[in-house]
């Protein structure tokens, strides 16, 4: 392995857990001197909003008197630009945590500097949070208390690492024609794309303000509509969808534990959850998990068309329970939507994370999240982190190139709803992913046209005016264009050269 000179570690450090003393470890492991930095308590509470469990004064004794650490330095308001401190200290590489995202911009500047960054595993098991998060459990929880649990990632998760991925095992399973003999060639191989489309779709056709959340049949009454596919194969699609769910759901043990636990104690527990799955669906998903979930209560945003996001299905819920909002407490994985809207209406809560992916298997699946690979891959390592191991990508057998980011904003561009004849209207960063995304994907691009189109040729690109488009030989116009206002601009374009709109495909991001 690798060993640099002098090594940077910074946290906070509260309520020192194994977590805290692995990284520590392994960067100790990678350099001949250990530096760290211990972030203040007003620092801590500029970071997070929350001072400390433990004082500054205190956790900086407790790190300095571990034995992998050479040296401790306090980080305060005013005095915590990283590269700044590369200026003080020299050090020649920054190790942290999995969990911490945002570094693109700090690495560039410390490669200028011939120092590197490093990331370890993060102990999802034990983290402060999530003992501060127990001890509140123990400090709450009175007799007379109602116990509100949301659903998916708190009492259950999916063996996929993210929810889409049960879209890309559908369509994997729809390969096999016998699989619904009769559904049209183009839902077989687009179905991923389709599938998550057409939801946002139903969302912008169905909600309002009086409307805050979709059904799973809206959703597929979007993609039938738009796909003209027969009730028999829209009833096909939905039962294969939650076939999957079944077959890749698996309960989070400790938190189903406790649930029994409550009940046993002869608490109130009741279920909330934002979810276009209605109370008989969810019910008959939960309870092949645990027989547990037979007879608790299930309040569906999809039944009350109020959701958890505005505060109103937790209203909802409050006024058919009879409840008396101090005597509440949710339990659940959105920071905003179990966590602060229940807050704001006086309820108390617990954060339960458990679930989370990484820093680097978010940004990995955000680039593949249709690789069904992957997807099992991926969550498989969640399983294992949720089984108490202390794993990450580094733990796989394959190993993956991280760096391989073939597509920008273009991979998440749902090319399988595109038609099979295309004219790409755009030739800028987006426009160039965009055009390889339709040849990996065996779109045919008729035309691809833009208004610089004479200094691209210039440059070698294949690429024709705007007035190419007057031929017609096309069946859909796509907009490769990410700004907003040029995509008004190239729509009105489009229109005065007689392009009727149906034919013009813009994607809302």
């Not at 590369?86 to 945002?102: N, Q």
């Not at 987006?430 to 046209?449: H, I, N, P, S, T």
Request: net charge negative; with cysteine.
């Amino acid at each position: 392995m690798k060993k640099y000179h002098k090594g940077y570690v910074q946290g906070t450090f509260d309520l020192f857990h194994v977590g805290h003393l692995n990284l520590l470890r392994r960067a100790k492991e990678r350099c001949d001197y250990l530096l760290v930095g211990v972030v203040s308590d007003e620092l801590n509470e500029v970071y997070k909003g929350v001072s400390p469990f433990v004082p500054y004064q205190e956790r900086s004794e407790v790190v300095a008197g571990c034995r992998y650490v050479d040296e401790v330095i306090k980080i305060d308001v005013g005095h915590d630009d990283k590269l700044k401190i590369w200026e003080e200290h020299h050090f020649d590489c920054h190790f942290c945590g999995d969990d911490h995202g945002g570094w693109e911009g700090l690495i560039d500047e410390l490669h200028k500097r011939d120092s590197e960054v490093e990331f370890f595993p993060y102990t999802e098991t034990t983290s402060s949070t999530r003992i501060k998060e127990e001890l509140k459990k123990r400090l709450l929880y009175h007799q007379d208390d109602v116990m509100s649990f949301d659903v998916f990632d708190t009492l259950v998760t999916r063996k996929v690492a993210t929810p889409r991925g049960i879209f890309a095992l559908i369509q994997q399973r729809l390969a096999d024609e016998s699989v619904l003999p009769k559904l049209p060639l183009r839902v077989r191989k687009g179905f991923y794309d389709m599938r998550w489309y057409y939801e946002r779709k139903a969302r912008k056709l169905w909600q309002s303000d009086s409307r805050e959340e979709i059904t799973f049949n809206d959703i597929y009454k979007c993609f039938g509509d738009a796909e003209m596919l027969s009730d028999a194969q829209l009833k096909g699609l939905m039962k294969l969808e939650l076939e999957i769910e079944a077959q890749n759901l698996v309960g989070i043990v400790e938190n189903i534990q406790q649930v029994k636990d409550l009940l046993a104690s002869d608490h109130r527990v009741i279920l909330i959850s934002d979810m276009y799955l209605r109370e008989k669906e969810l019910r008959s998903l939960l309870v092949t998990v645990d027989a547990v979930f037979g007879e608790l209560p299930i309040y569906s945003s999809a039944d009350m068309l109020k959701a958890k996001w505005s505060g109103n299905s937790f209203k909802q819920v409050r006024l058919r329970e009879g409840l008396d909002i101090f005597r509440w407490v949710h339990t659940g994985d959105n920071k905003a939507s179990d966590i602060e809207r229940a807050r704001e209406l006086g309820i108390k809560t617990i954060f339960y994370n458990g679930t989370a992916l990484t820093r680097r298997e978010s940004e990995l699946m955000n680039r593949h999240e249709d690789d069904v690979h992957l997807q099992l891959e991926v969550g498989a390592l969640r399983m294992r982190r949720l089984a108490g191991e202390d794993v990450s990508l580094d733990a796989l057998d394959d190993k993956i190139d991280e760096a391989d980011v073939p597509f920008g904003l273009a991979n998440s561009y749902p090319v399988g709803v595109l038609a099979d004849r295309i004219a790409l209207y755009g030739a800028g960063h987006f426009g160039r992913d965009l055009y390889a995304k339709l040849q990996e994907y065996g779109k045919y691009v008729v035309c691809w046209v833009d208004k610089q189109a004479e200094r691209l040729q210039s440059q070698g690109m294949p690429v024709e005016s705007p007035q190419r488009l007057e031929k017609g030989d096309f069946e859909q116009v796509v907009v490769g264009v990410k700004a907003p206002e040029k995509v008004r601009e190239i729509k009105d374009d489009l229109v005065t050269m007689g392009i009727i709109k149906e034919k013009i495909f813009l994607f809302d991001y």
